[in-house]
């Protein structure tokens, strides 16, 4: 075998004593650098020569040494330097003030010794940081190497941890032995800085930029040297502490708010308050808190107070509704937004507000005087009422005429409520979607809750559209029928309005007293708000009038072509109207049913004439004839009066009067007696067969009113009576060629109260019919169904035109059993089965 060659190994020297050497003169030269750090001579030191230093000591793995040399030394330094100046800062008046919160004590006093104070701990802490990020800096490789691979805090954390320690945490001994208790340094510097806030919340003005110091300080340290991000001192012992002292200084501004201001001063305090505190936290205190003190302003100064400040009187919600407030509802929607996201307090007291001036507007309107004419609410009717009367002079309104009025007025009066509430919620409420719901379900309830509102809708727009062909520009009249449309959005009973609608929208097409654009546009508002089947009537009454007036020019060219007819007599305008589309009341089709008045024979050949011509490619069509509904305007001469040799009675008078179908019938019975004989009440109604009713309301225009007195009454009074007598006024003088006597029949009024029953059990019968077909259409598609789910789908499917009552709808499914539409299901009997 080969042998191994000898080595010679070189002689081992020893480490451990050139270790143990060599950290000695490196601590001391480190241990000197301290020094000169914490008394400011650090300007002669050499930042590489001490990081070599460090460096060597840890390359030897003496590094817990080190590290256990500078704490210590960090330590002493505290010890010996900096808790004996601190210690000083805690007098006695300090003591007394924070701690002991002995009365007396001014607040300028305060402010200065706290001040002093907290200047002191802020010089004590800005030294000692400075020191450490120094011996941080020189010390940088022990912090890379050991207290990485030990996972002990940093140097620099457990060193800046000392302030924590031994001077937030010191207790003071000597003034602990005199207040007999223990306490830390941090309750005097959080009673400072907590005392030094409520001052400036007083008004006082106090140095901001040293309580941030001090704060910052307090986001420096943490409970521990691991420095845990939610252990923050700042958030865990100041934070907690001011945020209570907080609570306790809004808690009793609250108090002192509600028994001394009003509501408008506690909502701009608040808000100021709020203002405030954001502005503080981002230059005093901390951004950290910004949102829990904000909580607490909320809590303590808004939410725990907010019904009584709002039922203040004299300055709470109500007044700020009734006088329009806009700032301080918009302040008040502002806090509560931040409070209650359900905004419950607001929505229930609007709403309650709502009903409340509802209820007022009713009674208002009530009591109101509508006897003297104005030009207010329902003044076209008071012109129709008006016509042929003397108006230089104020006419008192008639009963009737009272009511319309009011009804308008009191729509107005619901416009201007729903604009007022619109007008705080686009520019106060933020259009706050809840809000609106809510006001709106109120105005909803006030209006149905009131049994006229249908009619008096209706009468408000007839009223608008009957003036707007007056006296009311296009963007008038759309603003109108906008407002119209918004107040039909709110009425449950729309089959109801639909009815008055109809009733009113045919007097005034068939008395021309509107324009068809109008109407038109209307109905087509109505259509898109509602359906089709809502306005299915109202487009067929259109439709006729346009079919009407074509029918006219075709009757009229078809007379021209005669040749062997007198058209210069009497000339005639025909309206066919369908009997589905218009409302029984114009079509004569009332209680006492259609009544066919006796016509002057040359009317009667004329209406054979037009019959004839209509039949004639339209046969099967029947055609009545309806008097109620029309008007005629006839040519009246008036003879000269012997003797008189001036004036309009020295001459013969020729005037066009227009007058009622009735009215044009009575006229000419006079053709056919002479001036000086007269016609009793009874023989004119024998002549003629029109109702009495009618014939009482006609006369009363032609003999009565001043302006179309072109029959003279025996004996003269102010109401015709069935023993009056009539004769043709001779001396009847106008200053207008053409005259209109009232057509009273065409006034849409108010109805009474026997009118209104009327009305509502004609409207119920018709309902009794719709539901019945939703039944039997409901029944054909499920074929079977229990009640509960019956009643369900019906108030379902009927609910955009009306409400039915559950005992409607019962009461319609026993007739529909008797009638055999519906039946039983065998051991089911809350069930119902479709016959087929």
């Not at 408000?460 to 008038?476: M, S, Y």
């Not at 014939?695 to 023993?723: G, Q």
């Not at 009643?791 to 009927?798: D, N």
Request: proline fraction near 3%; charged fraction near 30%.
């Amino acid at each position: 075998m080969a042998s191994r060659a000898n080595r010679i190994r070189p002689i081992r020297r020893p480490i451990m004593n050139r270790e143990v050497s060599e950290f000695e003169p490196c601590w001391d030269l480190l241990r000197d650098a301290l020094v000169d750090i914490h008394t400011k001579n650090a300007g002669r030191l050499s930042f590489e020569q001490l990081y070599r230093a460090s460096y060597k000591i840890v390359l030897r793995k003496k590094g817990e040494l080190l590290y256990e040399r500078v704490k210590g030394f960090e330590e002493d330094w505290f010890r010996q330097h900096i808790m004996p100046s601190i210690a000083g800062l805690v007098t006695n008046n300090i003591v007394n003030m924070t701690l002991l919160q002995h009365a007396g004590t001014s607040a300028s006093e305060r402010r200065q010794t706290g001040e002093r104070f907290l200047r002191g701990i802020r010089d004590a802490w800005e030294d000692h940081n400075m020191s450490m990020n120094m011996v941080a800096d020189i010390l940088m490789y022990l912090d890379r190497s050991y207290t990485v691979e030990s996972k002990r805090p940093s140097i620099f954390a457990a060193t800046i941890g000392l302030f924590r320690d031994h001077i937030l945490r010191d207790t003071v001994p000597s003034v602990a032995e005199q207040l007999q208790r223990d306490f830390m340094v941090f309750d005097i510097l959080n009673t400072v800085i907590v005392d030094l806030i409520n001052m400036e919340r007083d008004g006082d003005i106090v140095d901001r930029n040293l309580i941030r110091k001090i704060t910052s300080m307090l986001e420096d340290l943490y409970e521990t040297d691991e420095e845990i991000e939610n252990q923050k001192l700042y958030l865990r012992v100041f934070e907690p502490c001011y945020l209570e002292a907080s609570r306790q200084y809004y808690r009793n501004e609250c108090e002192k708010l509600l028994r001394e201001a009003d509501a408008s001063t506690w909502l701009r305090h608040a808000q100021q308050r709020l203002k405030e505190e954001q502005d503080r936290c981002g230059t005093t205190i901390s951004i950290l808190t910004v949102n829990k003190v904000a909580g607490v302003v909320e809590d303590k100064l808004v939410k725990a107070r907010l019904s009584d400040f709002l039922a203040m009187e004299g300055s709470g919600l109500k007044v700020m509704i009734d006088n329009d407030r806009l700032e301080d509802l918009a302040i008040l929607y502002q806090l509560l937004s931040r409070v209650d996201g359900t905004m419950a307090p607001l929505k229930h007291a609007l709403q309650g507000r709502v009903m409340d001036l509802g209820l007022v507007i009713e009674k208002t309107v009530r009591n109101m005087d509508f006897s003297v004419n104005g030009a207010g609410s329902g003044q076209a009717d008071a012109d129709e009422a008006a016509d042929g009367i003397d108006k230089s002079k104020i006419q008192p309104l008639t009963a009737a005429a009272q009511q319309t009025a009011a009804a308008i007025k009191w729509v107005d009066e619901v416009l201007q409520l729903k604009d007022k509430f619109d007008n705080f919620w686009s520019n106060c409420f933020n259009k706050d979607l809840v809000l609106q719901s809510a006001v709106t379900k109120s105005f909803s309830d006030f209006i149905n809750a009131f049994n006229r509102s249908s009619e008096y809708v209706s009468l408000f727009i007839d009223d608008n559209i009957k003036r707007g062909a007056k006296v009311k520009t296009d963007a008038e009249i759309d603003v109108v029928l906008d407002k119209a449309i918004v107040l039909l959005r709110y009425l449950s009973d729309r089959d109801l309005f639909e009815r008055y609608y109809q009733k009113h929208l045919a007097r005034r097409l068939l008395h021309n007293k509107s324009e068809i654009d109008t109407e038109k546009d209307m109905v087509s508002r109505m259509k898109s708000e509602m359906g089709n089947h809502f306005t299915i009537k109202f487009e067929g009454m259109f439709k006729d009038m346009e079919l009407s007036r074509d029918l006219g020019e075709n009757y009229r060219d078809h007379i021209r072509q005669l040749g062997d007819v007198d058209t210069k007599k009497v000339d005639l305008g025909i309206h066919v109207l369908t009997t589905n589309n218009w409302p029984p009341e114009v079509m004569g089709r009332g209680d006492g049913g259609r009544v066919d008045c006796i016509y002057p024979p040359a009317i009667k050949r004329l209406q054979d004439s037009f019959f004839k011509f209509y039949l004639k490619d339209r046969s099967g069509r029947v055609l009545t004839w309806v008097s109620s509904a029309g008007s005629a305007d006839i040519k009246c001469t008036f003879p000269k009066i012997a003797g008189k040799e001036s004036g309009p009675l020295s001459k013969e008078r020729r005037y066009e009067l227009n007058v009622p179908t009735y009215g044009m019938i009575i006229l000419m019975l006079f053709n056919d007696i002479d001036e000086d004989e007269s016609l009793s009440f009874g023989e004119i109604q024998g002549k003629t067969s029109i109702p009495p009713l009618d014939l009482v309301r006609v006369l009363a225009s032609l003999s009565i009113a001043p302006k179309a007195k072109v029959l003279l009454k025996h004996p003269a009074s102010k109401s015709v009576k069935p023993t009056d007598k009539f004769s043709y006024n001779t001396q009847f003088v106008s200053k207008t060629i053409k005259i209109k006597a009232p057509t009273i029949s065409s006034i849409n009024k108010v109805e009474g109260d026997e009118e209104r029953k009327e009305t509502e059990k004609k409207n119920d019968e018709t309902r009794a019919h719709i539901v019945d077909a939703a039944i039997v259409r409901i029944m054909k598609q499920r074929k079977t169904l229990s009640h509960t789910k019956l009643t369900t789908e019906v108030i379902t499917q009927l609910q955009a035109r009306f409400k039915p009552d559950v005992s409607l709808i019962k009461r319609r499914v026993e007739e529909l059993l008797y009638r055999e539409y519906l039946e039983r299901v065998d051991g089911e009997p809350a069930t119902y089965q479709y016959m087929a």
